[in-house]
């Protein structure tokens, strides 16, 4: 249809509406953006007016502070905002707290964009939440054919029978910060891993936010404290760049492990040596990916960022029109 | 299958010996029969298949998956058995995942073309750590960093025994190994270790502490011999059988058919497996070219023929000898080497000597011949004992001073383990005169050891604060004619390489000091190194 480029454009500074006047998840700082979700990448500080779940804002204002936007407005899940002659409604995309789906409806035109999102069962979100429309726009972080996840709750036994193989030593998990991390406590506790798990200080103000948001993590500690702990046999979990940091050093001939999906290829796994790789990933693999479009059945189906190139192949392949939009700025390497 | 693959999948990421060790003995402390046998024998390389040509492997995944998205795929991961067990669409229904010995067992009975189908039958059913693990088993290489030793320790810790237990009735056990789990878990008698030809331990000696055994331990009980530069062997001929041991008691004989050829004896001895030339024994370089193959063509053989030199006799005829004096044993071998008269078998000679003080002479000066290029001296009580593993005592080994040459540090990687959050692989160079007479760096070795945990802080931090570029774990530091780091890097031999740009690859190099103290430009040249060249 020839007024989906009149709804949606790529633009410099990402993802635009015209009609609405609004930008989605933009790289740079803009006059109106609505966020999908509260990764840095896709949630920058600086913009004039901020629309986007109240959990997306909670997160922002903790990491940038009360002041990262001139003003903001909280939309819950399902409510319909109006801009110009655009109606916008977040609806839940399961990636991390307050993660939400763009459903825009003008003259007739549904469009949804994405953000991330997975189609997996996560303790600590709602989940994703199919809305059939015209227009799909999606992420394609995992967008080749290798990337099956194996089932969540497999990956945090592993780490849990690990943990019983070597209770000398301490298994030093590198996890997203915001979201990956959540979840990963969330699965072992589910397994009913039920003694401390211990956090680097950068983990903190997130878990406090899932915490405050009715998420239970159970008994979290700080795994630096004064007394020095070197901590064999416990779980910690730090952010990726702290794994092969010094600060790793205090810990008990540590078990480097990676909560991501990149940890499906072993040579990114040894790249970063990684001695346990866990797949735990917060976006759509392959399968999601694909699936999702065969259920939502849009007339066409545009991709923001990630491995654009297979799933254009196989938007050939299924007679499906397809576009990449390759939109730059968005990283996901530590996801 | 599941739970072999998962063992694969671990040991491939775990780098430390002891963690793989850890991960062995669950295993097979769990795993059931005949499984764990199977898995065993595919880790020690007793069991392999190469039933499957990358090329079909490749062919049967385009079958099932667009070539392009295979190809983007493939690029993507770097390996095929990787990318196909990555890519293959899993068909949940009927299948049922394969079990190890289910694979095992059909694999020896199928054809070629049977096993295609089998193949894709199987990786339709599995996951895909299974997919992975099936693909390294059938195209014949697990690669997964475990020698035959490991597993044999793991055994041991298992069952509680002597790893000298496990070596003693290795080769009369056939995979799956059941009499072996079953003595191991106490369920039965230990095996029979009857079987002719088989692996006897070996005896190894301590290395000599020149401050404080010399002073300890009285010269004229020791006998003294050349500690020859090849690879310690057992070489049995009993029963009809004829076997060559690697030390650890890997069968080697199929790499060896010239060696297995001269072995016209009945008997069991104990040498060190050389190349001969002229009677003389060549380099260790020489030798590398005939190990780590599972064959040997007339040509490799011709050019670079190999045999023992003999240190010891353990068996003579039905005559076990290995409970007499190393004395006993020595006047027995003398003459049972005297009566082969093979220009492949010779006899290790005796180095006589009066006192520590002239047998450290003799080190430091070795006379002309064949003792140049030995790596040291072997001291051996007379009244010696032969029993497996390394007592303290009655052997000593006494190498030579390691080569020392002053190198400049180039590139630091991260570590693993407890070294994790260290930079402490070290890449060396040495200065070399390029074409317009300019000196530059260039890399010759690589040391992660003979550093304290104190001065790994120290070099860490060097490194830290003088990385220039980064690529991946791998830091670039400053060296340059004006700035960088020295280390005097010690060596036991220098060997030709077309493989490293330097033209040498050193053997066994480690850190011997820290130089903080030497200026970079003032660190070796190409041609000094050279000159060491074994």
Redesign the interface.
């Known amino acids: 249809m020839a007024g989906f480029r009149q709804l949606l454009r790529n633009t410099p500074q990402g993802l635009y509406c015209p009609p609405g006047d609004f930008h989605i998840d933009p790289v740079a700082p803009v006059a109106r953006a609505v966020i999908t979700h509260g990764h840095s990448d896709h949630a920058r500080s600086g913009h004039g007016a901020v629309l986007a779940t109240p959990e997306t804002l909670a997160i922002m204002a903790a990491r940038y502070g009360e002041a990262f936007a001139a003003g903001t407005e909280a939309v819950p899940y399902g409510a319909k905002i109006t801009r110009n002659d655009v109606s916008v409604t977040l609806v839940p995309a399961g990636h991390v707290l307050g993660s939400a789906q763009v459903v825009l409806n003008w003259k007739g035109i549904t469009a949804v964009v994405s953000g991330d999102y997975k189609r997996r069962s996560d303790p600590t979100c709602l989940a994703f939440e199919p809305v059939a429309c015209h227009l799909f726009v999606s992420e394609a972080t995992f967008g080749?054919?290798?990337?099956?996840f194996?089932p969540a709750q497999d990956e945090a036994a592993k780490l849990i029978k690990s943990v019983a193989?070597?209770p000398g030593r301490t298994h030093l998990v590198g996890a997203y910060a915001l979201g990956k991390a959540q979840r990963l406590i969330a699965l072992l506790r589910q397994a009913g891993y039920d003694k401390p798990l211990y956090m680097h200080g950068a983990m903190d103000s997130m878990n406090a936010l899932y915490q405050a948001h009715g998420v239970a993590l159970g008994a979290l500690l700080p795994a630096t404290d004064a007394a020095r702990n070197a901590l064999p046999g416990e779980i910690v979990i730090a952010p990726p760049s702290a794994?092969?940091?010094?600060?790793?050093?205090r810990f008990a001939?540590?078990?480097?492990a990676f909560a991501s999906g990149w940890m499906?290829?072993?040579?990114r796994?040894?790249?970063?040596?990684?001695?346990?790789?866990l797949v735990v990933s917060d976006h759509a693999d392959w399968d999601e990916l694909t699936l999702t479009v065969q259920e939502l059945k849009p007339e066409e189906f545009w991709i923001t960022h990630g491995?654009e190139?297979?799933l254009l192949?196989?938007a050939l392949?299924n007679d499906i029109a397809a576009t990449a939009l390759e939109i730059a700025g968005y990283e996901d390497e530590e996801e | 299958m599941k739970a072999f693959a998962r063992l694969l999948d671990?040991l491939?990421?775990?780098?430390a010996r002891n963690?793989k060790l850890?991960?062995l003995r669950?295993y097979l402390g769990s795993a059931p029969d005949p499984e764990r046998g199977w898995a065993l024998a595919a880790l020690t390389g007793a069991l392999s298949f190469e039933a499957a040509k990358p090329g079909f492997i490749r062919k049967a995944a385009e079958a099932r998956?667009?070539p392009?998205?295979?190809s983007?795929?493939y690029d993507?991961?770097?390996?095929l058995a990787?990318?196909v067990a990555?890519?293959w669409p899993?068909l949940p229904g009927p299948n049922r995942e394969p079990e190890l010995p289910e694979v095992v067992e059909s694999l020896k009975l199928a054809s070629r073309r049977e096993v295609q189908q089998l193949l894709e039958r199987w990786l339709d059913a599995l996951?895909?750590t299974g997919r992975w693990a099936l693909l390294k088993l059938l195209t014949g290489g697990l690669r997964v960093g475990v020698s035959a030793r490991l597993a044999k320790q793991a055994l041991a810790a298992l069952g509680d025994v002597p790893v000298s237990d496990i070596e003693e009735i290795w080769h009369g056990q056939t995979p799956p190994y059941g009499d072996l789990f079953a003595w191991l878990e106490k369920r039965s008698d230990k095996p029979s270790a009857d079987a002719p030809a088989r692996f006897r331990p070996v005896m190894l000696a301590q290395a000599i502490d020149e401050d404080s055994d010399f002073a300890r331990y009285d010269a004229q009980n020791y006998a003294a011999e050349w500690k020859w530069d090849g690879i310690r062997v057992q070489a049995a001929h009993e029963g009809g059988q004829r076997r060559l041991y690697s030390r650890t008691g890997e069968d080697i004989a199929a790499a060896f058919p010239d060696v297995i050829a001269a072995l016209n004896f009945d008997g069991v001895i104990d040498g060190e497996l050389l190349i001969f030339r002229d009677s003389h024994a060549a380099p260790f370089g020489d030798l590398q070219q005939r190990l780590n193959r599972k064959t040997a063509d007339a040509k490799l053989m011709e050019k670079f023929p190999a045999g023992i030199r003999a240190y010891d006799l353990l068996v003579e005829g039905d005559e076990d000898l290995r409970s007499l004096s190393f004395q006993e044993r020595r006047k027995r071998l003398e003459a049972f080497v005297a009566r082969l008269h093979s220009d492949r078998i010779d006899l290790s000679p005796l180095q006589p000597f009066a006192s520590w003080e002239e047998l450290k002479q003799l080190r430091a000066h070795p006379p002309k011949g064949d003792p140049e290029i030995a790596e040291g001296l072997m001291l051996k009580r007379w009244d010696s004992v032969y029993e497996p593993g390394r007592p303290k005592g009655p052997w000593f080994k006494w190498k030579r001073d390691p080569h020392l040459v002053d190198a400049v540090l180039m590139y630091a990687q991260?570590g693993?383990?407890?070294r994790?959050?260290?930079y402490s692989d070290y890449t060396f160079g040495v200065w070399r005169r390029d074409a317009n007479g300019d000196r530059a760096l260039t890399p010759v070795g690589k040391a992660y050891f003979g550093f304290t945990d104190e001065e790994l802080k120290r070099l860490d931090k060097f490194v830290r604060d003088n990385t220039v570029e980064r690529f991946?774990?791998v830091r670039s530091v400053r060296a340059d004619k004006d700035f960088g780091l020295v280390l005097e890097i010690a060596f036991e031999g220098l060997q030709r390489s077309t493989r490293h740009k330097s033209g040498v690859a050193m053997r066994f190099p480690r850190v011997n000091r820290i130089r903080w103290d030497k200026p970079a430009r003032e660190a070796d040249e190409l041609p000094t190194l050279e000159k060491m060249l074994d």
Request: without cysteine.
């Open positions: 080749l054919p290798v990337f099956h194996p193989l070597f794994i092969a940091d010094k600060w790793a050093r001939d540590p078990i480097p499906m290829v072993r040579a796994a040894r790249q970063r040596h990684v001695e346990l790789p491995n190139e297979a192949r196989w392949l | 671990q491939a990421f775990t780098p963690a850890t991960l669950d998956l667009d392009l998205l295979f983007l795929s993507f991961v770097g390996d990787e990318t990555l890519v899993h996951d895909a991260r693993h383990g407890k994790s959050g260290f991946g774990p």
